[in-house]
C-alpha cells in the first residue's frame, strides 16, 4: 500500500506542472498581443498625426547658367538648367510674367551657390544631390516669399 499514495501523489504534481506551464504560455500570448496591438495604434497614430508633404503644384523655369568653377589648377565651367517646383505660383507681375519680380533675386541666389562649387565635388556620386539642397537652403533664405520645394536639373554639364 505504501506505493499506492506515492504514485497518486505524482500525477497531481505533473498535472501542476503543466497547468502552470499552460498558463505561462497562455499569459505571454496575451502579452505578446496586447504588445501588438498597442504598437501598432501608435504607428497607426503617428502616421496619420505626421505633417503631409506639400506637392509641387507649378515650376518655374529659369533660363541656362554658365559658371566658372572654383577650381585652382585648371579652368573648369558648368553649363546648367534649373527649373525650381513651387506650392504655388507667384503673383502675376506687370510685364505678365509671374516670375518677373523675383527671377533676379533667384537667379543671383543660384550663381552664388554654383560658382563657390569644384568641379571634383560635382562630379562626385552624391555631388548633384548636395548641390540641390545647397540651392535650396539659400533660396529658403534669400527668397522666403517664393514656396520652392524642389530643385530640378534639366542640363548639367560641366567642363574641364
Known amino acids: 500500500m505504501p506505493n499506492k499514495p506515492q504514485a497518486a501523489k505524482g500525477k497531481p504534481k505533473s498535472k501542476s506542472k503543466s497547468s502552470s506551464l499552460l498558463v505561462f504560455l497562455l499569459l505571454a500570448a496575451i502579452g505578446a498581443g496586447a504588445y501588438w496591438f498597442v504598437s501598432r495604434r501608435h504607428a497607426v497614430e503617428a502616421a496619420s498625426s505626421a505633417p503631409k508633404p506639400v506637392s509641387v503644384t507649378s515650376v518655374i523655369h529659369l533660363d541656362s547658367f554658365v559658371v566658372n568653377l572654383a577650381d585652382r589648377n585648371q579652368s573648369s565651367f558648368l553649363k546648367i538648367s534649373i527649373d525650381l517646383g513651387v506650392t504655388s505660383a507667384p503673383a502675376e507681375g506687370k510685364s505678365g510674367d509671374p516670375n518677373a519680380a523675383v527671377t533676379p533675386k533667384i537667379r543671383d541666389t543660384i550663381l552664388s551657390v554654383l560658382s563657390t562649387w569644384q ?26 516669399t517664393v514656396p520652392i520645394k524642389e530643385v530640378y536639373f534639366t542640363e548639367f554639364l560641366v567642363q574641364r
Do not use: R, T
Open 119 to 144: 568641379s571634383g565635388g560635382l562630379l562626385a556620386p552624391d555631388g548633384k544631390a548636395k548641390l540641390k539642397e545647397q540651392i535650396l537652403d539659400a533660396l529658403h533664405q534669400q527668397v522666403p
